[in-house]
């Protein structure tokens, strides 16, 4: 475990408490059963002041632990911010290209992403991938998709 | 019996055409799931509920809520299946339950016996799976009926103490454990309020009213949050596939094996059946159970095929057991039920008291299913299992963008809003990091599972006391369920205060 990672996560944690707390006390209460009834807001705004609690708690755990030193691992950020990226996008543009552009080049960066080279191997599987899927939902299942650009 | 009956009447459903393909669709797949060191269960079962959805789609309601939550339950005890594989001729375990499976396995596999490995923990998850659907079959009526007589304020205790029980064994810290319960329940008060209608944290955005749709967030946090863990963390570990030609097993071994499946067995599903143990800690207990046990313990890590046969019956029958809970109660004990839950909830199926008599067709075929899934699963792992282990080199370079690709696919087959895409990555990126640092997911996914039921019975009882909060320790058996989880969590802080190792669930 990491002590900074984990006070820093106690702070964030309190904060989400602390937010739905005070959240709680806006929402506007409907007429519904009348005055002594039990309102929409004191589920979140008791689970809330638990949160804030527990994160506290969790404050306090970092002092009693010995850090772990643990070996030092080699990280692939790079790889990983590309193939995020490149999902945000084809989340964010599936409407507009279409699933079957957008899935082919997904895939298509993804797998490049991962390991270069075998181009051929890669447009093949994309290709059926994306396609099949397509065809399998939206030809057979009847399902919904954007399947092609519309312009 | 009634109970034999009704399984007739289910099996009448389990065995129509669509339901068998079905059911072997979801156990082959869940073996694959095992094998893949990548994806676990719960990534598994929760890819796979939009994918069912769809082929469900043509099929009336109650025909495509059994249909697709057979084949869902065929990936969760498929994948008990699997997980061996990887076990005994990789010395990677495909799943957590299979850990312990490495220590003998492995060994077994070097010394030539892989077949004999492979085929006994293909017989015991058999037997293990069988004896808990039968325990399934007898438990199911009486504990329906039971729970049938609790009010809301018995309701309420219950669900909280299948809270405090998965968080109480589900990790390094109970606090981080207790944590993200809270935050997968307040998660859940997203939306709009069911009770009073009233719009709760949405700030007028017409994309949260719905509130946070349960299946967008388990694919990221699971699926997505693993497929982030093997890219940045890179451990595509690639070793060496033991080989072997022979697969069934010789007299001497099934002799030896025997007391292990049965004692597994029982043991498995008596540790299944408690909320918040699950299949790791059944196989962890089924194993050094018969190192006690056994006359020759020395022989254990060397080889032993108790060592593999107990702790892979214990895990399947485990995954048997944690049914109970969830079809007779609605709580769900582990992660993966946790999700299967959310599946029920999807096909507007509420597990509980009322599932037996309100769908006998979903329930009793269920469980009928889960039989033949058995017979099918111990096919496919006798003769099939060198072609399974095939999976195992399946290049990760394709695998995960595939995962990716079917997540998106999947969450926007039934949500069609680019808003859950782009939660779905949030989860993703949320999971990831969460899960490196020693937060459990397991307990997010039933706080946001259980949110909205335990609001309901919370403010039914409040209500019904006048805002009272007594009344929950005034019932009796709202007390003692409420008793039951300060126990559950308190021992094992203490114990851990007392520098005792206390085992820990850490997913199945």
């Known amino acids: 475990m990491n002590k900074s990672v984990d006070r820093l996560s106690s702070l964030l944690f309190a904060c989400i408490g602390i937010g739905f707390i005070l959240e709680s006390r806006k929402i506007t209460q409907s007429s519904f059963g009348g005055s002594g009834s039990v309102g929409s807001d004191i589920f979140p705004f008791g689970l809330g002041l638990i949160l804030v609690l527990l994160s506290i708690g969790l404050f306090i755990e970092t002092f009693k632990y010995k850090e772990q030193v643990s070996e030092k691992q080699y990280f692939n950020y790079k790889k990983f911010i590309i193939i995020l990226v490149a999902g945000v996008l084809y989340g964010l543009f599936l409407e507009d290209i279409g699933y079957v552009i957008g899935t082919f080049l997904f895939l298509l960066i993804g797998f490049q992403t991962m390991n270069r080279g075998k181009w051929i191997t890669s447009i093949l599987i994309s290709g059926v991938f994306s396609v099949g899927v397509y065809y399998l939902f939206v030809g057979v299942l009847q399902g919904n998709l954007p399947g092609f650009p519309t312009w | ?508």
């Open chain 2, 1 to 508: 019996m009634d109970a034999i009956q009704y399984l007739i009447t289910g099996f009448g459903t389990a065995l129509q055409w669509h339901n068998i393909l079905f059911c072997m669709v979801g156990v082959i797949i869940g073996t694959a799931v095992g094998v893949l060191p990548g994806i676990g269960p719960m990534s598994g079962v929760a890819l796979l509920i939009p994918i069912t959805s769809s082929l469900t789609g043509g099929l009336e309601a109650d025909q495509a809520a059994v249909s697709a939550i057979i084949l869902l339950c065929g990936v969760y005890y498929g994948a008990m299946y699997g997980g061996s594989t990887t076990s005994i001729l990789l010395n990677t375990p495909g799943e957590s339950s299979s850990v312990v499976t490495t220590l003998d396995g492995y060994q077994m596999a070097k010394q030539g016996r892989a077949g004999a490995a492979l085929s006994i923990s293909a017989i015991g998850s058999f037997v293990g799976g069988v004896v808990s659907i039968i325990g399934l079959v007898f438990l199911a009526g009486p504990l329906s009926e039971l729970a049938i007589k609790f009010g809301p304020a018995e309701y309420f205790s219950l669900m909280v103490l299948g809270l405090c029980a998965i968080s109480g064994l589900a990790g390094k810290s109970i606090i981080k454990a207790l944590i993200m319960t809270v935050f997968g329940l307040l998660l859940a008060t997203i939306g709009m309020d069911s009770v009073s209608g009233v719009a709760r944290f949405t700030y007028d955005q017409p994309v949260l009213y719905q509130g946070l749709e349960f299946l967008t967030v388990a694919v990221g946090l699971f699926a997505l949050g693993e497929v982030f863990k093997t890219i940045i963390e890179n451990d595509n570990s690639e070793g060496q596939i033991v080989k072997f030609s022979k697969i069934l097993p010789t007299k001497q071994d099934i002799k030896e094996s025997t007391g292990p499946v049965l004692r597994g067995s029982v043991l498995g599903f008596l540790i299944g059946v408690l909320p918040g143990a699950g299949a790791t800690l059944a196989s962890f207990f089924s194993y050094s159970m018969e190192k006690k046990i056994s006359k020759h313990p020395e022989k254990f890590g060397q080889g032993a095929i108790e060592g593999v046969a107990a702790p892979e019956t214990a895990n399947n029958a485990a995954s048997g057991g944690a049914m109970i809970p969830l079809l007779t109660l609605g709580i769900p004990g582990s992660g993966t039920t946790a999700i299967l839950m959310g599946a029920f909830i999807m096909y507007d199926i509420t597990p509980g008291p009322l599932l037996f008599p309100e769908h006998p067709t979903i329930a009793w075929g269920l469980i009928a299913s889960m039989f033949i899934g058995n017979l099918m699963l111990l096919i496919l792992n006798m003769p099939m299992v060198k072609v399974f282990a095939k999976i195992i080199e399946t290049p990760s370079k394709y695998l995960l963008p595939i995962i990716v690709a079917v997540s998106v696919f999947g969450v926007y087959a039934v949500q069609v809003s680019t808003f859950d895409l782009m939660l779905l990555f949030g989860c993703g990126i949320v999971g990831y990091f969460l899960a490196r640092n020693d937060f459990p997911l397991a307990p997010l996914v039933l706080g946001l599972v259980l949110g909205p039921m335990i609001e309901n019975n919370l403010r039914r009882a409040l209500t019904g006391s006048n805002g009272d909060f007594m009344i929950f320790l005034e019932k009796p058996g709202s007390l003692i369920f409420l008793l039951l989880a300060v126990l559950w969590i308190s021992i094992p802080i203490v114990l851990k205060m007392r520098g005792k190792k206390v085992l820990i669930n850490e997913e199945a």
